[in-house]
């Protein structure tokens, strides 16, 4: 994995898809969570989030398009995937991200905790926030950003602007409640609509000028 671009920050720990699996499990059976914050809400959340996880990986279901784009990267492109085990968005979006990766021999997929690799997470805030999940794909021989995606699908988050403006006294568990039936309705298609016009326009740079 590259950190040659520029001058890109050092990534504190990390993980394999599988590694972090392990770790969320490890969490939920200790009743910790992830980061320096061990509240119980963000434990119960780690704990229904490793649910949540195994539910998207049993209805998982790429889509043809996408997975003839991936057949298409001609070269190795890193994928670092910014989250933490609390994080509602994470759990829908996080092993979705690792089905996608798995279906190209030219990604490599690593995850990283939000709260302890700070530096790469302020390079790519969302309205000045360390939203998460936050995607980002880089040439891997060259470290050069090729695009980044997060923290929700386009399509998801125009729900989540409409909830707010329809229900502007709503509480947050009204909104998570929302998210989680969206999600699940969804099944993954939002994010890979996302992914697969952001790799077709990264594969549309790449093409050498004649």
């Known amino acids: 994995m590259s950190t040659t671009f520029e001058t890109a920050p050092t990534l504190v720990n990390p993980l394999t898809y599988n590694l972090y699996s392990i770790l969320i ?3 939920v059976a200790a009743g910790q969570t992830t980061g320096p914050e061990q509240t119980e809400e963000k434990i119960a959340f780690t704990k229904l989030n490793a649910q949540r996880t195994k539910r998207v990986h049993k209805t998982f279901a790429l889509l043809p398009e996408l997975r003839e784009t991936l057949q ?9 995937l910014i989250t933490e085990s609390w994080c ?5 979006l ?24 700070p530096e790469l997470m302020d390079l790519y805030l969302t309205n000045g926030g360390r939203a998460i999940p936050k995607l980002i794909c880089q040439d891997a021989e060259t470290g050069e950003p090729l695009f980044t995606w997060g923290p929700r699908p386009t399509a998801i988050q125009q729900k989540v602007k409409a909830f707010k403006t329809e229900n502007p006294y709503a509480d947050k568990e009204e909104l998570h ?3 989680a039936i969206w999600y699940a309705r969804d099944k993954s298609e939002a994010l890979q609509r996302d992914l697969l016009h952001l790799m ?8 050498p000028v004649n």
Do not use: H, M, Y
């Open 72 to 80: 298409q990267i001609p070269a190795k492109w890193d994928w670092l």
């Open 25 to 27: 499990e490890a969490l």
């Open 177 to 179: 409640q929302q998210l």
């Open 88 to 92: 509602g968005d994470g759990a829908q």
């Open 94 to 117: 996080v092993p979705a991200i690792a089905e996608i990766a798995t279906a190209s021999a030219n990604i490599e997929l690593t995850i990283l905790l939000r709260d302890e690799n």
């Open 200 to 207: 077709k326009e990264a594969l549309c740079r790449s093409k």
